[in-house]
């Protein structure tokens, strides 16, 4: 659209507004951002965004006159933006504002009250938004998808059968926040209605992200929320457990309260380490679950024998299990420790000491005391469980944020990461404010492949935040969790009984150090799938993630049967690559060359997983480690580009002294080593797969190779 046409448009939308309001003279303000989105506000309370691409607008009415109407400019950690501010009466003097931003499609309303008064008449609350749309929001614990209900404290997605898309979803004050679809169909965002009065100085973010594409939109609302917060996005390595393999002793795991009677739980956890060692595959730190403190009525380790056990009665390790302390087995197993957490029991001596709201403490002494004595016993990561009910604080304009402030502060100052578990979207929202809150559970306990849609939807919500999704324990011998848990980029964590570890699938995953081999981003929905679910259609799920080498990307596809129908498609240009592509099916070992534009067509009974690789100016396609699930990620291959010749660097864990590199070229290609060995060259001209084995240079460490056609 030109920019005449623009201005028309906004000036007759401005005389819409004059004809519709009150006798009362209206003024207006306006403005239009550099990509062409305009902002139109009147004095008569209305309120008008009107997007460029797609070409969708939204609005509503305050129901109020405004005063004070002003343009401003200015830039914030999202990027520079314009914004409308203005003042009005309501329940309580307050002022708004409407911001959009230069370069990014993201709209930000600021509702702030100028004096105490009722939580009412929330801003915005909007009238007009395109309509017809499908639409995916989370609620309840581990943020359930759904494409029928709307979860009141959840983003709200909209979407078209291209893609096109809108988000709405609060952007401050997340554990309070409500988004509601009225009678009259506006959706209001606000305040949860049980906070009957909003005090002086209280401001609520609202943010509505318009794209085309659906996990786009979901990327750029997600940078849009750490980047407000100010969140420094933990890489995928950013700590031990997001790096290393875990042993993991939670519910489906084999030793969940329970343990070899004649070692003992401590001699039983000590002889798992022992037994991965033998295999050659080291552990990078093992989780205690709720069974390692005492609990309930009957303050032990067991806790209660009726319900869930009750709650923590003293945070420390149970003495009958660890009679040297957490430090002492701490000392003994030389691992890092993750330790989980429950609410606080009725009983606890800790309810006469601190603060508490409902199950919880609020008190930072706590906090500070209990964060004190983690570090020192050894621990790395904290797991804060049943935030969705038990240790879900009172709603108040208080409790909520200080229990989670609180206990992310002490954390972070004694170097202790946070996993959030059985959380709400709510939580999902609030880990954007704690560097931190590095992981969340996305999926219930004991994952099994019926929870693998919930897995996959509520990465996309996790992912698209700044944490990594988690999937629950699963054992090494079920090769699809495995994969999937890969795949998420998170944690890798197992639970098998000594003697049942199966290596060679952990081997599939992780190098001989036990580090994870790991795409750049958690695996989700591809975008036609949200369309085709939200229409009922079971259609096999198609998932994908990638690893990036500075522009040259490679894609992990893994899709599975839901129902009959047994025919997926991949197009590589929906994926990302717009030249010729090499789509190879991991566990047939068998692979196709797609054109650009063109789709590949397969036919999944059970599961299958692609790798698809861009086809470069060399023509040739570089598959990576064969024997690894991502097998170009950036713990294997550091470094990689095809400039007509395709050159990588290989990393090489400690004890690797060969690995397999396999590939597709037209026909037998040249490799040479500038560093390191190659050898045992293989080409099959039926397939035009080659492999070769790749050894490490002086350094022990690291092969850098060159593949010409």
């Not at 989105?37 to 008569?44: C, P």
């Not at 343990?259 to 401590?266: I, L, Q, R």
């Not at 502060?409 to 404010?433: D, K, N, V, W």
């Not at 998420?488 to 995953?509: C, E, F, Q, T």
């Amino acid at each position: 659209m030109s920019r005449t046409l623009r201005l028309l448009f906004v000036a007759l939308l401005l005389a819409l507004f004059v004809l519709v309001s009150p006798p009362s003279f209206v003024t207006g303000v306006t403005f239009t951002s550099p990509a062409g989105d305009s902002v139109l506000v009147t004095s008569g309370g209305a309120y008008s965004i009107r997007a460029q691409s797609p070409a969708w607008t939204f609005g509503g009415n305050i129901g109020k006159s405004l005063a004070n109407m002003a343009v401003h400019a200015g830039k914030d950690h999202i990027g520079s933006y314009q914004e409308i501010t203005f003042t009005y009466q309501a329940s309580a003097a307050r002022s708004g504002a409407i911001r959009t931003y230069d370069s990014k499609p993201v709209v930000l309303f600021t509702d702030t009250y100028l004096s105490a008064g009722s939580n009412s008449n929330p801003f915005p609350r909007l009238t007009q938004y395109p309509l017809h749309l499908q639409h995916l929001s989370y609620s309840g614990t581990f943020a359930h998808y759904s494409f029928r209900t709307m979860g009141y404290d959840s983003p709200w997605l909209f979407f078209d059968t291209r893609g096109n898309s809108f988000m709405l979803s609060p952007a401050a004050n997340f554990m309070l926040a409500s988004t509601q679809r009225e009678p009259d169909g506006s959706i209001a965002s606000g305040i949860n209605a049980t906070i009957p009065l909003l005090p002086q100085g209280f401001t609520q973010r609202t943010f509505l992200v318009i794209g085309s594409g659906i996990n786009a939109t979901f990327e750029t609302w997600g940078h849009a929320m750490t980047d407000l917060q100010g969140k420094d996005r933990p890489a995928n390595d950013a700590n031990i457990p997001l790096d290393f393999l875990g042993y993991w002793t939670d519910a489906g795991a084999t030793y969940y309260y329970s343990f070899d009677p004649a070692k003992g739980y401590t001699g039983t956890l000590l002889a798992v380490r022992d037994a991965f060692h033998r295999l050659g595959i080291p552990l990078g730190y093992m989780e205690l679950d709720s069974w390692w403190y005492p609990k309930g009525l009957s303050a032990s380790w067991q806790g209660d024998i009726l319900g869930d056990k009750g709650g923590i009665y003293t945070y420390t390790a149970d003495p009958t299990l660890f009679p040297r302390g957490l430090k002492g087995f701490h000392q003994k197993l030389s691992l890092p420790l993750g330790t989980h957490a429950r609410w606080i029991d009725p009983l606890s001596p800790y309810r006469a000491e601190y603060s508490m709201s409902r199950n919880i403490i609020t008190d930072v002494r706590y906090w500070n005391a209990i964060a004190a004595n983690l570090e020192n016993e050894g621990v790395i990561i904290y797991e804060q469980d049943w935030l969705n009910d038990n240790a879900l604080p009172a709603t108040n304009l208080n409790d909520p944020q200080a229990f989670l402030n609180n206990m992310a502060s002490a954390m972070a100052t004694y170097g202790i990461s946070i996993q959030y578990c059985m959380a709400l979207p709510r939580h999902f929202l609030q880990s954007t404010e704690y560097n931190n809150v590095t992981t969340i559970r996305v999926s219930n306990d004991h994952f099994t492949r019926a929870r693998w849609d919930e897995f996959l939807y509520a990465s996309r919500l996790a992912g698209s935040l700044g944490v990594w999704p988690s999937s629950d324990v699963f054992m090494s011998t079920e090769k699809y969790n495995l994969l999937l848990a890969t795949l998420s980029a998170g944690i890798v964590g197992v639970g098998d009984p000594i003697g049942n570890i199966n290596k060679r699938n952990l081997l599939h995953s992780v190098r001989a150090d036990g580090m994870i081999v790991k795409p750049d981003t958690p695996v989700v929905p591809v975008d036609d799938l949200y369309i085709q679910d939200a229409k009922g259609l079971h259609s096999p799920m198609v998932a994908a993630t990638y690893t990036d080498h500075d522009g040259m990307k490679a894609y992990y596809v893994f899709a599975y049967r839901r129902g009959k129908q047994t025919t997926v498609t991949l197009k590589p240009t929906s994926l990302g690559i717009t030249g010729k592509a090499y789509v190879y099916n991991f566990f047939t070992g068998r692979g196709t060359v797609v054109a650009a534009g063109s789709a590949y067509s397969d036919r999944v009974t059970d599961a299958s997983y692609y790798i698809v690789a861009p086809i470069g100016p060399s023509g040739i396609a570089f598959l990576g480690d064969k024997g690894k699930f991502v097998s170009l990620g950036k713990k294997r291959i550091t470094q990689l580009r095809d400039d007509g010749n395709i050159e990588a660097t290989i990393a090489f864990a400690r004890g690797e002294t060969t690995l397999k590199m396999h590939g597709y070229a037209p026909s037998m290609p040249v490799i040479a080593a500038a560093q390191g060995t190659v050898r045992s060259l293989v080409y099959h001209s039926s397939t035009h797969l080659f492999s070769f084995i790749v050894s490490p240079g002086n350094d022990s460490s690291s092969a850098v190779i060159t593949i010409s056609p």
